[in-house]
């Protein structure tokens, strides 16, 4: 079944810029390359592509005129948010004949319902925007991530984003209630609800969220929000084995219970890796030469000191039974800052010592121990000397397993491995019943890997989907499904 693009041969593109500069103004329509360059590759730099257009809309109504305009003339249409997707999904192909759909300026807060605890935002917001709106008005916005000063709501949604307090309170899906939609064929569905229960057939937001701009633009949500805690705990554990970490957190869910609202596991060599590229930030330990890290976060509706209480108190015995093996509690919200940023600069400091091999997978926690060893232990075999930086959302089963070239070889001879070391690394996750894409979507970089992997019933119902709501395949065409699907 094809979902490729068919670009009307009566269409100049001259025609569909005309149309794009009467909808937008001449000013938020990008064709000169340099005014275009930082739209066009991805966040790694490791993806370029090509554009007719950049162009940015400033409502809803400017989305569904581009969107109608593009489907005239035939030409693909690439949603992008704050561009810092890690599998290029927002990158255009190489031929020149795309519009990449900008929401950077729909970034207004359309209203924030207190007593429903829901704000509803443009789909340009930028997540940290939307945390420090919530919070103004007294309530939590917990989808929290790395790229949070630069990812939009929007990007958010459209890849369903995990980040570090998924333990708690669920990716990006189970915080979105409601969604507006401009669709392939230029219609605008207003879906944004409030509503905590709505059976009233398929759940088209459901459809929507994690669907990376291949089924439609969103261009609002309606997003829950949460009561701040009162009192929040962070420490640093180091652990002597993965074997243990399993066991540490049975005990700090059955101690914590919905209170334990960050579980993130860290290798080593990820820390030992920050330390090195960026030395001014203040490591909580002396020095980093425990195998495993855990950096763990409690947040407590009663109390400070009840929160600490808890915490030390569970800490201490775990520190007895010999769970782990040593422990650096926050005393301040500095210190607790500089423990999360250690923490947030791995995906920095990878990006610093090459281009590295990056696997997102999926895992039940219980499976990840064994994982991780026979995997380390199978790549040494067949590329002897690669290092390993593993590091992840663990309480969520989610491992960012990545791999980087052998001290003494290149970037290049790494990467001209990588068919092979992925499909290693990948093969291991399948053979489990994991998933090689746990939140970062599949993209561009990975719709081989969709294609080896996912059942082929589950891959005929997504190409049916595709083909249902954007029979002309001009949303997002190459990415996720690929064109010969
Ligand atoms: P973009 O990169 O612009 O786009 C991503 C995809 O969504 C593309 O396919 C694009 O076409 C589509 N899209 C964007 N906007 C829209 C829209 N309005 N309508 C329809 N489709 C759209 N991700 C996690 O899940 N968890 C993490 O912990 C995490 N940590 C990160 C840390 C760092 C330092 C970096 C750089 C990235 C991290 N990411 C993480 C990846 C990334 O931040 C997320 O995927 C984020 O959700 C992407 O948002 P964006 O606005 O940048 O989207």
Request: proline content about 4%; charged content about 20%.
């Amino acid at each position: 079944m094809k979902v490729l693009g068919m670009k009307h041969k009566d269409a100049p593109d001259t025609a569909l810029l005309h149309d794009l500069r009467k909808a937008l103004g001449v000013q938020h329509v990008l064709t000169d390359t340099q005014a275009q360059a930082k739209y066009l590759t991805d966040w790694r730099g490791l993806c370029h592509g090509r554009a007719l257009a950049v162009v940015l809309p400033g409502s809803t109504e400017e989305v569904a005129a581009v969107v109608s305009a593009c489907s005239r003339a035939g030409a693909p249409i690439v949603p992008q948010g704050g561009n810092t997707g890690q599998v290029a999904g927002a990158t255009p192909d190489h031929t020149g004949e795309a519009v990449v759909l900008v929401l950077s300026r729909m970034q207004r807060v359309r209203s924030l319902d207190v007593e429903n605890a829901t704000i509803t935002v443009e789909a340009g917001c930028v997540l940290q925007h939307v945390q420090e709106a919530a919070h103004a008005a007294g309530l939590l916005f917990p989808l929290s991530l790395g790229a949070e000063g630069s990812c939009t709501i929007g990007g958010n949604l459209a890849t369903n984003a995990g980040g570090t307090q998924v333990l708690r309170y669920g990716n990006a899906r189970e915080l979105a209630l409601g969604l507006e939609v401009v669709l392939a064929s230029g219609e605008t569905w207003d879906g944004l609800r409030g509503l905590r229960k709505n059976n009233t057939g398929y759940d088209l937001r459901d459809l929507m969220i994690g669907s990376e701009g291949t089924l439609g633009v969103i261009t609002a949500a309606t997003l829950r929000l949460f009561p701040l805690p009162k009192a929040q705990c962070t420490a640093l554990v180091a652990v002597a084995s993965i074997g243990l970490t399993g066991a540490f957190l049975s005990r700090c869910r059955a101690g914590f219970d919905a209170s334990l609202t960050a579980f993130e596991l860290m290798s080593g060599a990820c820390l030992q890796l920050v330390a090195q590229a960026f030395p001014q930030q203040r490591m909580p330990f002396t020095s980093i030469d425990a195998p495993w890290y855990v950096l763990l976060e409690l947040s407590d509706s009663e109390s400070a000191s009840h929160a600490r209480e808890r915490f030390e108190s569970l800490l201490g015995e775990a520190l007895e039974d010999g769970q782990i093996i040593d422990v650096a509690i926050a005393q301040t919200l500095a210190q607790s800052k500089a423990m999360w940023h250690a923490r947030e600069s791995i995906t920095l400091a990878l990006a610093l010592d090459g281009k590295c091999i990056k696997h997102d997978i999926s895992l039940s926690v219980s499976a990840i121990p064994a994982f991780v060893q026979s995997t380390d232990t199978s790549l040494q075999a067949e590329f002897p000397g690669v290092r390993n930086f593993t590091f992840g959302h663990l309480g969520d089963g989610n491992l960012h397993y990545n791999v980087a070239h052998a001290l003494g070889t290149t970037d290049a001879d790494l990467l001209a491995r990588q068919p092979a070391l992925s499909g290693l690394v990948h093969d291991a996750v399948h053979a489990l019943r994991g998933s090689i894409s746990a939140e970062q979507g599949i993209g561009r970089q990975r719709t081989n890997d969709l294609q080896r992997y996912k059942d082929p019933v589950e891959l005929r119902m997504m190409t049916a989907i595709k083909q249902a709501l954007d029979p002309m395949g001009l949303m997002n065409p190459g990415v996720m499904l690929s064109p010969s699907s």
